[in-house]
């Protein structure tokens, strides 16, 4: 079975330059997540989707960024204008919800890692 | 607001030591606790997890132990081995599949 997938895995850019970054969860998970990922840090939440409907995007610094998953299953980050301090690496991870009603553990891509300049 | 905080953020164990890394949290709403372990340029993966109505959990050489009245867990690794080396993260969230919170994360190296 294939893991998350994310795209590109590493990007460099000059600050003030737009950035996207592109997610494809597991087959059948209708949660994904995205998490940022500082250097010697814990990943933290930026936002989680259910389907299409964002559901907690309250981390999400929505000056610059911006997220959609238009048909519930791809998902795509944007950072415009990128800043120094966005480098980082971000993380995509996907659910999905139980037979009990319950969702189940998380599944992490390997990231994407920025370097803005 | 660092809800999760662990320790310590690095760790030197030799091959067949027990490594072991401690979390504690503040938000008692929170009833799911996992551990992840990353390695280099991957994404983190779950190692094990357990729910505060149990106090510990063993998968393998792997333990959760956790203190509900104290707000603390911790991961024991037995019989440590060069290939666990790695970043180990814990981490909290109210229900299964909701917000994680991490803590900072352990370098652990295993020395042969």
């Known amino acids: 079975e294939a893991g998350v997938v994310q795209s590109p895995r590493y990007k460099i850019i000059e600050k003030k330059q737009p950035v996207a970054f592109w997610c494809n969860p597991i087959s059948g998970h209708n949660t994904l997540y995205w998490y940022l990922q500082n250097l010697g840090q814990g990943p933290e939440l930026l936002i989680r989707y259910e389907n299409e409907e964002a559901v907690d995007d309250s981390q999400l610094p929505k000056d610059r960024f911006s997220a959609e998953r238009l048909k519930g299953v791809d998902s795509t980050l944007k950072i415009q204008p990128a800043e120094l301090g966005d480098s980082a690496v971000y993380l995509c991870?996907?659910?999905?919800?139980?037979?009990?009603?319950?969702?189940?553990?998380?599944?992490f891509g390997p990231g994407t890692r920025l370097t803005v300049l | 607001q660092q809800q999760v905080k662990q320790s310590p953020q690095s760790l030197i164990v030799q091959k067949g030591g027990i490594s072991i890394i401690n979390c504690a949290y503040e938000n008692t709403a929170f009833d799911y606790f996992p551990w992840y372990q990353q390695f280099p340029g991957k994404g983190p993966a779950l190692l094990i997890a357990?729910?505060?109505?149990?106090s510990e959990k063993k998968e393998g050489r792997f333990t959760i132990s956790f203190n509900k009245s104290a707000k603390q867990f911790s991961l024991h690794i037995m019989d440590s081995q060069p290939g666990d080396s790695a970043t180990y993260f814990c981490?909290?969230?109210?229900?299964?599949?909701?917000?994680?919170?991490f803590g900072a994360g352990t370098i652990l190296r295993v020395k042969s």
């Open positions: 981490a909290a969230s109210k229900g299964y599949g909701n917000k994680l919170v």
């Open positions: 991870a996907s659910s999905f919800w139980g037979q009990r009603g319950c969702l189940q553990e998380q599944f």
């Open positions: 357990i729910r505060p109505d149990v």
